[in-house]
């Protein structure tokens, strides 16, 4: 009965305490689809994506019930660093849901102007505030209304004392009239956060930098990996501390229950998953992170060092040397990566698996029927029909006095040979180790996939090339060779696709290069480099976020310059967040249903390839 009343009494003042509107509140997961689009559209780097703030203590003056609801001392502001632009996991700061609505859009907008992201907090925001309404006039009014909204719950300025009426007075007047302020003096306490700008001080990484040899934390499941938190929080690396005691008790003495900040004692870890793990780390300011070279047994999935060489596929080419993109520095780093050319080792001859024999002579009918659908050629000197256009050029010609030697007047309805040529290559990284549903794994379905994409292919007698790819820091670039363009798809192309298993990483950038390379020595019309992928660019080493981002989108530059055409295919649903970047608009599909994946394959690349 006592927990009962306790609990009722805490939520009862906590509900009187709190300032926000919980009745209007909206969640940033409601505006995820139109956030990076919008962000984009105003001029925002088109390399950043956006993601969940966490809530920070401010240190701000907070009412008396707030302080004894324990609420109040921290919130969530919005930020960007190199990599992504950060948004309040949710707004209710205003008591009408369109006003919460507007405050999301125009955090975004206020993001895309940050012109001057290294000068003080309140010039900075100024400073934005001023670029962002001088490029959209449209926006003026609306922030107008967020700034009366705003200031009418903010502090009144009367009932604090000189120096934090000073602070309020001059946020008051750079929020009405931006740019009016040039210096601000805090009080002896922080002022109230200012929801309509950027975080003053966003949660920075301290301490040690990781090593570059520290193995990563094993994959989570599909289950975790769905769920995850994904608010970006303030941390440090520290050194694990060292047992000097090793009769210290398991357990702790107390029976007082709290989070604490990290202090440095040597405590027994267990394997047992925290199921308050989320919620500490909300409550904590800084997390500290050490490494003590160990991994709990039960979340050990599968081993990421490299097998024996006896082990291993066979090595065809060893030292292929690549560039690579450094989009801080802006030059293309000569001989960065080391690519390896790969042959599957226990691959032997099969025929087509049983389970996809009707799909596949289905899909081999269909693609038979575009290569014998003729081509109708226009301005022929002989044909089984007249060319109406040709010949109305051809009179029109000869009543002006213009000579033609040998017109071409019909139409002539011919068979030819699509002059065309497709690389598909395959990202086989560790994710794709992954279940899709109860029955089948990512690698399994792309398996499937290449299955049916070679036999369409082979059916319309289009030249294509299948290679896979996986990579273990810069100098270990693995390239498999699973079809080339000169070699006949049968059953040793289908015992080297059915020994497709998950690799390691995803060095992107050097892959496409070097499929770039075989691809660009093909002389045809038209050149396809199609990327089947299941998620980001990433490695072990500074390959990933924004690092690997820009140099993928670099290789793919680098490709389109060539006369190539680079389409994406994944199966990965943020991928609105980063390929519209990469690839362009139209240069990508999402596959939602990944089980989907084989039938839509080739029917995606009829679509790609129906005009030539």
Same mark, same amino acid.
């Given at each position: !009965?006592?927990?009962?009343?306790?609990?009722?009494?805490?939520?009862?003042?906590?509900?009187?305490?709190?300032? #926000? /509107? =919980?009745?209007?509140?909206?969640?940033?997961?409601?505006?995820?689809?139109?956030?990076?689009? /919008?962000?984009?559209?105003?001029?925002?780097?088109? #390399?950043?994506?956006?993601?969940?703030?966490?809530?920070?203590?401010?240190?701000?003056?907070?009412?008396?019930?707030?302080?004894?609801?324990?609420?109040?001392?921290?919130?969530?502001?919005?930020?960007?660093?190199?990599?992504?632009?950060?948004?309040?996991?949710?707004?209710?700061?205003?008591?009408?849901?369109?006003?919460?609505?507007?405050?999301?859009?125009?955090?975004?907008?206020?993001?895309?102007?940050?012109?001057?992201?290294?000068?003080?907090?309140?010039?900075?925001?100024?400073?934005?505030?001023? $670029?962002?309404?001088?490029?959209? *006039?449209?926006?003026?009014?609306?922030?107008?209304?967020?700034?009366?909204?705003?200031?009418?719950?903010?502090?009144?300025?009367?009932?604090?004392?000189?120096?934090?009426?000073? %602070?309020?007075?001059?946020?008051?007047?750079?929020? &009405?009239? =931006?740019?009016?302020?040039?210096?601000?003096?805090?009080?002896?306490?922080?002022?109230?956060?200012?929801?309509?700008?950027?975080?003053?001080?966003?949660?920075?990484?301290?301490?040690?930098?990781?090593?570059?040899?520290?193995?990563?934390?094993?994959?989570?499941?599909?289950?975790?990996?769905? &769920?995850?938190?994904?608010?970006?929080?303030?941390?440090?690396?520290?050194?694990?501390?060292?047992?000097?005691?090793?009769? !210290?008790?398991?357990?702790?003495?107390?029976?007082?229950?709290?989070?604490?900040?990290?202090?440095?004692?040597?405590? *027994?870890?267990?394997?047992?998953?925290?199921?308050?793990?989320?919620?500490?780390?909300?409550?904590?300011?800084?997390?500290?992170?050490?490494?003590?070279?160990?991994?709990?047994?039960?979340?050990?999935?599968?081993?990421?060092?490299?097998?024996?060489?006896?082990?291993?596929?066979?090595?065809?080419?060893?030292?292929?040397?690549?560039?690579?993109?450094?989009?801080?520095?802006?030059?293309?780093?000569?001989?960065?990566?080391?690519?390896? !050319?790969?042959?599957?080792?226990?691959?032997? =001859?099969?025929?087509?698996?049983?389970?996809?024999?009707?799909?596949?002579?289905?899909?081999?009918?269909? /693609?038979?029927? @575009?290569?014998?659908?003729?081509?109708?050629?226009? %301005?022929?000197?002989? #044909? +089984?029909?007249?060319?109406?256009?040709?010949?109305?050029?051809?009179?029109?010609?000869?009543?002006?006095?213009?000579?033609? +030697?040998?017109?071409?007047?019909?139409?002539?309805?011919?068979?030819?040979?699509?002059?065309?040529?497709?690389?598909?290559?395959?990202?086989?990284? @560790?994710?794709?180790?992954?279940?899709?549903?109860? &029955?089948?794994?990512?690698?399994?379905?792309?398996?499937?996939? @290449?299955?049916?994409?070679?036999?369409?292919?082979?059916?319309?007698?289009?030249?294509?090339?299948?290679?896979?790819?996986?990579?273990?820091?810069?100098?270990?670039?693995?390239?498999?060779?699973?079809?080339?363009?000169?070699?006949?798809?049968?059953?040793?192309?289908? #015992?080297?696709?059915?020994?497709?298993?998950?690799?390691?990483?995803?060095?992107?950038?050097?892959?496409?290069?070097?499929? &770039?390379?075989?691809?660009?020595?093909?002389?045809?019309?038209?050149?396809?480099?199609?990327?089947?992928?299941?998620?980001?660019?990433?490695?072990?080493?500074?390959?990933?976020?924004?690092?690997?981002?820009?140099?993928?989108?670099?290789?793919?530059?680098?490709?389109?310059?060539?006369?190539?055409?680079?389409?994406?295919? $994944?199966?990965?649903?943020?991928?609105?967040?980063?390929?519209?970047?990469? /690839?362009?608009?139209?240069?990508?599909?999402?596959?939602?249903?990944?089980?989907?994946?084989?039938?839509?394959?080739?029917?995606?690349?009829?679509?790609?390839?129906?005009?030539?």
């Amino acid at each position: !009965m006592e927990e009962f009343v306790g609990d009722l009494w805490d939520k009862l003042i906590t509900r009187t305490a709190y300032r #926000g /509107f =919980p009745n209007a509140r909206i969640e940033l997961k409601e505006i995820e689809r139109i956030a990076p689009i /919008f962000f984009r559209a105003l001029g925002g780097d088109a #390399g950043l994506t956006v993601r969940t703030s966490t809530a920070t203590s401010h240190g701000a003056r907070r009412k008396w019930l707030e302080r004894v609801a324990g609420i109040g001392e921290k919130q969530e502001l919005a930020w960007t660093d190199e990599s992504s632009v950060y948004l309040p996991t949710s707004i209710d700061v205003f008591p009408q849901r369109a006003q919460n609505r507007e405050l999301y859009l125009w955090l975004l907008a206020l993001a895309a102007h940050d012109v001057a992201p290294a000068a003080a907090w309140i010039v900075r925001n100024q400073q934005a505030t001023r $670029t962002t309404l001088d490029a959209l *006039p449209g926006l003026v009014t609306r922030y107008r209304n967020l700034v009366a909204a705003a200031l009418a719950l903010r502090p009144d300025p009367a009932k604090l004392n000189g120096t934090e009426r000073a %602070a309020e007075m001059a946020i008051r007047a750079a929020l &009405t009239d =931006p740019g009016s302020v040039e210096c601000f003096e805090p009080g002896k306490l922080p002022p109230a956060p200012v929801a309509l700008w950027l975080h003053p001080q966003p949660p920075v990484a301290t301490g040690k930098q990781r090593p570059a040899n520290d193995k990563p934390p094993p994959p989570l499941n599909a289950q975790s990996a769905a &769920t995850r938190d994904a608010r970006k929080r303030r941390a440090e690396r520290v050194d694990m501390p060292q047992a000097t005691n090793p009769f !210290m008790l398991l357990f702790r003495a107390e029976s007082l229950f709290s989070w604490a900040e990290f202090i440095k004692v040597d405590r *027994p870890l267990d394997e047992d998953e925290n199921e308050h793990a989320e919620k500490a780390a909300n409550d904590l300011d800084i997390l500290s992170i050490a490494d003590d070279d160990q991994t709990a047994a039960s979340r050990v999935r599968f081993d990421l060092d490299l097998p024996a060489e006896a082990d291993d596929d066979l090595l065809l080419a060893d030292g292929i040397l690549l560039p690579e993109w450094h989009y801080r520095k802006q030059v293309l780093q000569p001989a960065h990566c080391r690519l390896q !050319m790969m042959l599957a080792r226990d691959a032997v =001859p099969c025929a087509l698996p049983q389970a996809l024999r009707a799909p596949a002579r289905r899909l081999r009918q269909q /693609f038979q029927a @575009l290569t014998t659908q003729p081509a109708r050629l226009r %301005a022929q000197t002989a #044909g +089984s029909d007249l060319d109406i256009d040709a010949c109305v050029r051809f009179a029109t010609d000869k009543m002006n006095g213009v000579r033609t +030697s040998e017109p071409g007047l019909y139409i002539d309805n011919r068979k030819q040979q699509r002059d065309l040529s497709c690389l598909l290559l395959a990202d086989l990284s @560790l994710s794709t180790d992954a279940w899709v549903n109860n &029955t089948a794994r990512v690698i399994e379905v792309i398996r499937d996939s @290449l299955l049916l994409f070679g036999e369409a292919l082979a059916a319309t007698g289009d030249r294509f090339a299948l290679y896979g790819f996986s990579s273990v820091r810069r100098d270990n670039v693995r390239f498999h060779l699973l079809k080339g363009f000169d070699e006949r798809y049968d059953d040793q192309i289908r #015992g080297r696709l059915a020994a497709l298993k998950p690799g390691f990483y995803t060095r992107m950038g050097a892959a496409i290069r070097h499929a &770039t390379a075989i691809l660009s020595t093909r002389n045809t019309a038209r050149r396809l480099l199609l990327i089947l992928t299941d998620g980001k660019p990433n490695d072990l080493d500074k390959y990933e976020g924004r690092y690997g981002i820009e140099d993928t989108r670099m290789a793919i530059l680098e490709a389109r310059r060539l006369g190539l055409t680079p389409f994406c295919v $994944t199966i990965d649903e943020k991928a609105g967040d980063y390929l519209p970047h990469l /690839f362009g608009a139209t240069g990508y599909v999402v596959v939602h249903d990944a089980a989907m994946l084989p039938r839509m394959l080739p029917s995606l690349y009829a679509k790609l390839t129906e005009n030539i």
